[in-house]
């Protein structure tokens, strides 16, 4: 059976209906036959059997009518009446002659011709005898004629008899006809039997073994892309076929082989990246979207190697006092804002310690790196989720065409048992033929039971002639009662060709049935021609699940994508969180301690060069006698500065160009109710915040935790903490 199971599923579809086609085709051709015979001997049992027994009727009802007009002509009393008589005896012995030469062509048998024979030898002289009578007696000479006509009963009695047994052998012949109708109607029905339910069983083990071939490798292949979409690569499946099945299956052991080793992989390099080991490859051989996966976790591996190699020598430096180096690596992503974050942090660390020189105020000018570094792992956090959302996504589709498979697989077994259905509707289509063939049979009994009614008649026609010339003969003149007897058998006749035109209504009957027989295998081959669009139908649903596999495969490839974005996201977000904890760490330290160390870093402008300090707060009543020194350029602003016209209460998003420039002169609006413009935040000891009276001397922390003083954006348009000094009320900061 192997060389089946290799086959396609379009030929193995084939073979299966093929055979099933064979075998009602063979029906057909059982039946066909069978009613080919069965109308053989149907025509037989009228052309030659009826046909001929009413033929010898005929010639006995004439026989009877001679012996009749020639006892009438003897018994008439006037001219015109034995005239008449006369002729009707003339007329009857023409007809009786021809009856007997027409009966010939209807013999069968060689002892019917041989009774015939004896008929012909006999009969001639018989009639000549009977018109000679019916003459003397219409000549007038009736006693003369009736001593002849008494002469006449001997040879009469032996037609009569020669006649009775040439029906009998008629009738015999029939029956034996009818005999062999019936055996092969009987044979004919047992053949297709026997043919149809071997039809029916073989159709239905091989529409078993079909489906079965069909459905339970695809209900193994539903389950391994369920354990796939799952994340278990280790499932395989059993390939025993060659087929489209067979094709497929080793297809998905391979693809699922070498993602799961890709996957493995990929999945060690991330492990030895997030332990520190930059120096994993991917090394598998892949090929197509998951090759490229490969490469790109390599690269990002290498790159995020080099990058964070030179972010620690920077670090170290930037620990060994040196702030004067920067990453200058070129990277991408997330690593590239690590690095420019980075350096940017040097940067305001260097500016800090700058200020730190100035003014003790750089503790908040760390705290503001950490917020900012804080938005980043935000915005890191954000990323990671719509990497997982478009994983989820590609799992979705995953899941979704494995449920196609699963949909089309279903498809192709409810098609093999339509196909079986329309196997089982010509199996009752065969099954009316063999129902019309036994009403022909029931036409057939019809038949002998009208033979033998018209057997019957002819039996009591004959009795009826002979008793009606014995009376003749004996009464003579007085025979008028011989009048009766003829009109018995005028009824008789009448009977008989009644029942023969009966019998060929049957047998037109049987052969309007024959016909439909013919319609019925007709329909049988409209039966077949179903099953063929079935089979077709088939193969296309066999297509769609191929198609729904290479949907999977993509569905693959995404959560492969997916997965490795989520890992880079997640590796900078370490990265980060490290980087802030130190700073944190540094930032934390004791503020006392901070000019001791500031002496110990290498800045830009040189370590031995301080900075002018800010000069002390004038009085209230004077204006601000000094700026800041000039910074060194700021990395390029990330975002909008904030516009005029926040609610109150919200807090606006801050500048990165004035990240560690928390101004400490701060200039009140004067529309919301403030002091007077050019007073030191640390001098204000009473203040009028949005109308409401404030108590207490304005420090930095108190303008932080103070939620009316941050009410001040909403009027001059921007957060007073993020203001220089000489900026005028209601002016938006750049």
Not at 159 to 186: C, D, N, P, W, Y
Not at 386 to 414: I, K, P
Not at 689 to 704: F, I, Y
Request: aromatic share 2%; charged share 25%.
């Amino acid at each position: 059976m192997n060389w089946f199971y290799n086959r396609r599923i379009g030929t193995k579809l084939l073979l299966g209906f093929g055979t099933v086609c064979a075998l009602m085709a063979a029906t057909g051709a059982v039946a066909l036959y069978g009613m080919r015979a069965i109308y053989d001997n149907t025509e037989v049992i009228y052309e030659k059997h009826l046909r001929g027994l009413h033929a010898v009727d005929e010639a006995n009802v004439h026989l009877v009518m001679i012996g009749r007009a020639c006892r009438m002509t003897v018994l008439a009393k006037t001219p015109e009446e034995r005239k008449r008589y006369r002729t009707q005896a003339d007329e009857a012995a023409g007809k009786f002659l021809e009856g007997i030469e027409h009966t010939d062509q209807y013999l069968v048998t060689d002892a019917a011709k041989r009774v015939l024979n004896d008929i012909r030898a006999i009969a001639p002289a018989w009639v000549e005898e009977m018109r000679a009578i019916a003459q003397l007696a219409e000549a007038g000479r009736s006693a003369e004629a009736a001593e002849r006509l008494q002469a006449t009963i001997a040879p009469a009695t032996l037609i009569v008899a020669k006649m009775g047994e040439l029906r009998e052998s008629k009738f015999r012949v029939s029956q034996e006809a009818f005999e062999r109708a019936t055996a092969a109607h009987r044979d004919t029905r047992a053949t297709m039997l026997g043919v149809i339910v071997g039809g029916v069983a073989a159709g239905l083990v091989l529409g078993y073994l079909i489906a079965r071939l069909i459905a339970r490798p695809l209900q193994r292949s539903v389950a391994i892309l369920e354990a796939v979409a799952q994340g278990d690569f280790t499932q395989k499946l059993d390939v025993t076929t060659r087929d489209e099945v067979g094709q497929m299956a080793a297809a998905l052991n391979t693809a699922s082989e070498s993602l799961g080793r890709a996957l493995g992989e990929t999945g060690a390099v991330m492990a030895a990246v997030a332990a520190g080991d930059f120096t994993r490859r991917v090394t598998s051989e892949t090929r197509g979207e998951v090759r490229k996966m490969a490469e790109a976790v390599n690269v990002a591996s290498e790159s995020l190697g080099r990058a964070l190699g030179e972010t620690g020598a920077v670090m170290v430096a930037a620990a060994s006092g040196d702030l004067t180096r920067r990453i200058t690596s070129e990277t991408r992503g997330e690593v590239r804002k690590m690095a420019e974050a980075l350096n940017a942090a040097l940067d305001k660390m260097g500016s800090a310690m700058r200020e730190v020189r100035a003014s003790s105020g750089a503790v908040a000018e760390a705290s503001t790196q950490l917020a900012a570094a804080s938005e980043e792992i935000s915005s890191g956090a954000q990323e990671q989720a719509s990497s997982l959302e478009e994983c989820a996504s590609s799992l979705e589709e995953m899941t979704s065409a494995v449920r196609q498979n699963a949909d089309n697989a279903q498809q192709a077994r409810q098609l093999a048992e339509g196909a079986r259905d329309a196997a089982e509707k010509g199996g009752k289509v065969v099954t009316q033929a063999v129902t019309a063939m036994s009403g022909i049979n029931q036409s057939s009994k019809r038949i002998a039971d009208i033979i033998t009614t018209i057997d019957e008649i002819a039996f009591q026609t004959n009795l009826l002639a002979l008793n009606a010339a014995v009376e003749a003969a004996r009464a003579g003149d007085q025979g008028r009662g011989f009048a009766v007897v003829a009109a018995e058998v005028r009824s008789l006749a009448q009977r008989a060709a009644a029942s023969a035109k009966e019998i060929k209504g049957l047998i037109q009957d049987s052969l309007r049935k024959v016909e439909g027989g013919s319609e019925l295998v007709n329909q049988s081959g409209q039966s077949l021609a179903e099953i063929v669009s079935a089979v077709k139908r088939a193969a296309d649903i066999v297509t769609e699940i191929a198609a729904a596999s290479k949907e999977q495969a993509a569905g693959v490839e995404q959560v492969s994508k997916a997965v490795a974005q989520m890992d880079q996201v997640t590796q900078a977000n370490a990265a980060q969180t490290e980087e802030l904890s130190g700073t944190a760490q540094g930032l934390t330290g004791q503020a006392d301690q901070l000019r001791d160390l500031v002496a110990w870093f290498k800045l830009d402008d040189g370590s031995a060069d301080e900075p002018v300090r800010r000069t002390a707060a004038a009085p209230a009543s004077a204006p601000r006698s000094a700026k800041p020194t000039a910074r060194p350029a700021k990395p390029a602003a990330r975002r909008p500065a904030p516009g005029p016209g926040r609610r109150v209460g919200e807090r606006a998003p801050r500048d990165p160009r004035q990240r560690g420039r928390l101004c400490r002169n701060v200039t009140p609006c004067a529309a919301a109710g403030g002091p007077a413009a050019g007073r030191s935040q640390r001098e204000l000891s009473r203040h009028e915040v949005a109308g409401r009276p404030v108590e207490g001397r304005l420090t930095r922390d108190r303008w932080r935790s103070d939620t009316r003083f941050r009410e001040l954006t909403v009027a001059c348009g921007a957060a007073a903490t993020d203001r220089p000094a000489s900026t005028p009320c209601g002016t938006t900061v750049p």
